[in-house]
């Protein structure tokens, strides 16, 4: 493979990971995307295949020791600790109760999460919930003045990527207060997010140590992650 086709497989690999869950892809694909932080330039797939046909499965390569993958070749220093670091993150991550994540379906504890992650970082966030509002992940959708810049589409995918049953849209900016503009996007997204069967459990306007809540404020009716339309 050309250093061209390899630059331009790496790129196309990296477009369908941001449109699709790794749940789509065959299992030396995954590695791949895995392989190229600790090996930035070569051609990955023939070592994607050699682990998967030494190890059986993703997972294998995964459960794999330092050893193991050391006597594998093409496999050097770098990579066993990569590939060590994935799976202790991994295993963090499975071994994590609802209790590890916060939960976020309510005005207070919204606010005191933005206060310790986000308060310095202007741009429009969404917040992927599980049925009883526990934070599954973070996306930025927009960074700076969202307006005129954001497509629904942008807060679909990490919803979907999250496999989110409620949402909350933030916006993060230096003037206070609740405009036409962000109402608009939050009753848009609403019948978006209807469609998909998500609540949108709250949209709010973060300023300084000020919060504007539309559910608060009688906009927006209140829903529950995963409950009624």
């Known amino acids: 493979m050309t250093a061209s086709v390899h630059a331009g497989h790496r790129a196309r690999l990296r477009q369908r990971a941001q449109k699709e869950t790794l749940g789509a892809f ?5 590695l791949e995307l895995l392989l190229f932080h600790p090996i930035p330039q070569r051609d990955v797939n023939p070592l994607a295949h050699a682990l998967i046909d030494r190890f059986g499965s993703l997972r294998g390569v995964l459960c794999a020791s330092r050893e193991e993958l050391s ?3 093409g496999v050097g220093e770098r990579t066993v600790s990569f590939l060590g670091d994935v799976r202790d993150a991994v295993q963090r991550y499975g071994s994590l109760g609802p209790d590890d994540r916060p939960r976020l379906d309510s005005l207070p504890d919204l606010k005191a999460w ?3 992650t986000c308060a310095n970082e202007e741009g429009l966030y969404l917040l992927s919930l599980n049925l009883a509002g526990h934070l599954l ?3 930025r959708v927009c960074s700076g003045d969202w307006r ?3 497509r629904l589409l942008q807060l679909a995918d990490p919803a979907v990527r999250y496999r989110a049953q409620g949402v909350v849209l933030i916006c993060a900016r230096p003037v206070p207060g609740i405009t036409g503009d962000d109402v608009e ?8 997010f209807s469609q998909m069967r998500i609540s949108l459990v709250d949209s709010v306007v973060f300023s300084g140590g000020c919060a504007d809540s539309m559910v608060q404020s009688g906009i927006l009716r209140r829903r529950a992650p995963g409950g009624p339309r």
């Open 26 to 30: 065959q299992p030396h694909e995954a």
């Open 148 to 150: 005129g810049r954001i």
């Open 114 to 116: 933005f206060a310790r």
């Open 137 to 139: 992940g973070v996306s």
């Open 71 to 73: 006597g594998v070749p």
């Open 185 to 192: 996007l939050a009753r848009r997204a609403v019948r978006l």
